[in-house]
């Protein structure tokens, strides 16, 4: 039986990591599951897979899933979890949504075999401090973000001297079409035309921060100057991510608008398990009208941020998740509009208060929390008062 971590569990990845296992059911022992404060949900999981332990880190739906679960091990945190857990898995799923994911993912790190990590803001936050552990415990590391689960399809085969040119696709979102209104409401922002996923990451989408989040998670797992990356608009969404190597030939990654597929293999990948999904038939409509577009400025206005990116690990990456995870935040507590989410960016990260981190290396996970939350305070006072003036 395979023994499998996730983090996460009632999220977008986390429910359909677990749909995935549900299918081969008897295969799989669920060692640990993790929530914020979605204790139905999870009190469900904890039935239908026998789940042994659980992390709740909201404290109040703690207490109340730790008095309707008597004989199950509920930790209110993720502190010495690798000392808890008293075996190690052979899969962890990371898929807890933002910065908070970080810590969590590196602890989790020595107790799995393999780690799939959805999770982007710990990539790109904390990658020095994640390859370490990975090395250190040899844990096998695969992305699972469509584009990058793609892109390490390819690239896996190949070295770095190969390859001359990395394209990731973007969908555009709800707005690819349609003029941006001043009054967006943060419904008709998050509906996007061919995912669904949690309310951050569409948002992201709409505003293409999500592509400039993915282009840095790729320069660092993947080891590759930013000028070898370049970002196209494909509104199917059915090309993930097209590598051109330097023998002449362009692979192009295609698969349907479904996380079920890079999450089951990276569960199945390797274990001579041929039929573990059923995707549909090659879309030949789709192929005759793939319609690649290059990003309009004017448009998604972020894509000057990837003139911003430093070249090594620097504090400026937790400093752009901060500030776009708290005006992101802002935003669908109806605090700020829509447009504000970009010239906010824009104007913030400029600003000397942030723009000083841009060349000190990360020391430890606790400097990067720190910055975070003292990014996402001054953030939101800043984004307030420009608001009543
Ligand atoms: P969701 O918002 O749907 O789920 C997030 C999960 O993390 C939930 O289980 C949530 O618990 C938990 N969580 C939230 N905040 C905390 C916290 N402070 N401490 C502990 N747990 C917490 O997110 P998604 O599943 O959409 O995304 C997860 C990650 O994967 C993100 O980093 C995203 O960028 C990335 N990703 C997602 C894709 C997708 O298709 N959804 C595609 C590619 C990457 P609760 O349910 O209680 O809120
Ligand atoms: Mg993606």
């Not at 499998?4 to 990591?17: D, E, P, R």
Request: charged share 30%; glycine share 2%; proline share 3%.
């Amino acid at each position: 039986m395979k023994k499998i971590i996730i983090l996460g569990s009632t999220g977008s990845i986390g429910k359909q990591t677990l749909e995935v296992i549900n299918k081969d059911k008897n295969k799989f022992k669920i060692l640990l599951l993790s929530t914020d404060k979605n204790i139905n949900l999870i009190s469900k999981q904890i039935k239908n897979f026998k789940v042994e332990n659980v992390v709740v880190t909201n404290k109040k739906k703690y207490k109340i899933l730790k008095k309707k679960f008597k004989k199950i091990k509920i930790f209110p945190d993720f502190k010495k979890i690798d000392k808890k857990l008293k075996v190690k898995a052979d899969y962890a799923m990371s898929a807890i949504s933002g910065i908070e994911g970080l810590r969590p993912t590196i602890n989790i790190i020595k107790k799995t075999k393999r780690i799939a990590i959805a999770n982007k803001e710990s990539l790109i936050c904390g990658w020095s401090f994640i390859q370490k552990e990975l090395k250190k415990n040899k844990t096998e590391f695969i992305p699972v973000d469509s584009e990058h689960f793609s892109i390490w399809s390819v690239i896996k085969d190949y070295k770095k001297s190969d390859i001359e040119k990395v394209i990731l696709t973007a969908s555009g979102g709800p707005f690819l079409n349609k003029k941006i209104k001043k009054n967006v409401s943060p419904k008709d922002a998050i509906s996007h035309p061919n995912w669904t996923m949690g309310k951050k990451i569409s948002i992201d989408s709409a505003t293409m921060m999500n592509k400039i989040f993915e282009i840095i998670e790729a320069k660092k797992i993947f080891n590759l100057e930013l000028n070898k990356f370049e970002i196209l608009i494909h509104p199917k969404s059915y090309i993930h991510a097209i590598v051109k190597l330097k023998n002449g030939l362009i692979k192009i990654i295609a698969h349907d608008t479904d996380m079920k597929i890079p999450i089951s293999n990276s569960i199945y990948m390797g274990n001579n398990n041929k039929n573990f999904i059923k995707s549909k038939k090659i879309d030949i409509n789709i192929l005759n009208s793939l319609n690649l577009q290059k990003v309009r400025i004017k448009k998604y206005p972020v894509i000057k941020i990837l003139n911003r990116i430093t070249k090594k690990e620097s504090l400026f990456d937790t400093i752009l998740v901060a500030i776009n995870d708290e005006l992101v935040k802002l935003f669908l507590e109806n605090k700020i509009k829509f447009l504000d989410i970009s010239s906010k960016i824009w104007h913030l990260i400029n600003l000397p208060l942030f723009s000083k981190f841009r060349h000190q290396k990360p020391k430890n996970l606790a400097q990067i929390e720190k910055l975070n939350e003292f990014v996402r305070l001054k953030t939101s006072s800043l984004s307030v008062i420009s608001k009543q003036k």
